[in-house]
């Protein structure tokens, strides 16, 4: 089996997601290959038995790497076992609100590219300030403060929980 492990990526978190993916893949003797999106011009998806992508949200879109990739290979896609994992801070609290509001960014790409993911996990990325521009920043320490008071706003914290992740991919690749 050899799968396909793609991601597009804004700070970081989503590249690093794909790559702890991409090891324990190749841990469990499946031949992989790690496939940064926007540069996937000439891939050919029959060289592929599954596919995994992943990217992540911001101000409500996932990055245009991802949607041009699911839109131009979206009838393949469909045809194939493929897992999207969706990353974003929303993703790391439990406000219904935010919850919806994944949901929609969720219906919004399978809209806009005919992409419909074979199963579909919500991932909690991860808070970067040294990545960000200072408005970005400013924003990005707001946005902390309300949601993760114990937050240390002056370094970064990671959300995702790592071995939730190896199990879900485990029993994927498994199934
Ligand atoms: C400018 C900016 C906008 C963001 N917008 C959203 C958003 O709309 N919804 C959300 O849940 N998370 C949002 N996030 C959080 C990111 O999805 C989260 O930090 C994620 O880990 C980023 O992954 P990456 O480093 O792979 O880009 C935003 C982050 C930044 C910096």
């Known amino acids: 089996m050899k799968v396909l492990v793609g991601y597009a990526t804004g700070e970081g978190q989503t590249r690093k997601i794909a790559r702890r993916i991409a090891d324990l893949v190749a841990d469990r003797g499946r031949a992989v290959e790690l ?15 599954r596919v995994i992508l992943a990217a992540s949200i911001h101000a409500g879109h996932y990055q245009k790497a ?4 699911a839109g131009r290979h979206s009838d393949g896609l469909n045809d194939m076992p493929t897992l999207f994992l969706s990353v974003s801070l929303s993703a790391a609290g ?18 806009a590219t005919g992409w419909a993911p074979g199963r579909t996990e919500q991932i909690a990325g991860a808070y970067r300030p040294a990545e960000y521009d200072l408005f970005r920043r400013f924003i ?9 008071p114990d937050a240390d706003l002056d370094n970064g914290k990671e959300y995702t929980d790592w071995e939730a992740l190896d199990r879900l991919i485990e029993h994927w690749i498994d199934g």
Not at 94 to 111: C, I, K, P, T
């Open 35 to 49: 496939l940064a999106l926007d540069d996937a011009e000439h891939i050919a998806l029959q060289r592929f038995d």
């Open 94 to 111: 439990h406000e219904a609100e935010d919850w919806r509001g994944l949901q929609h960014v969720l219906e919004d790409l399978e809209a």
């Open 140 to 148: 990005m320490r707001r946005i902390i403060a309300d949601k993760d």
């Open 66 to 69: 991802l949607s041009d990739f």
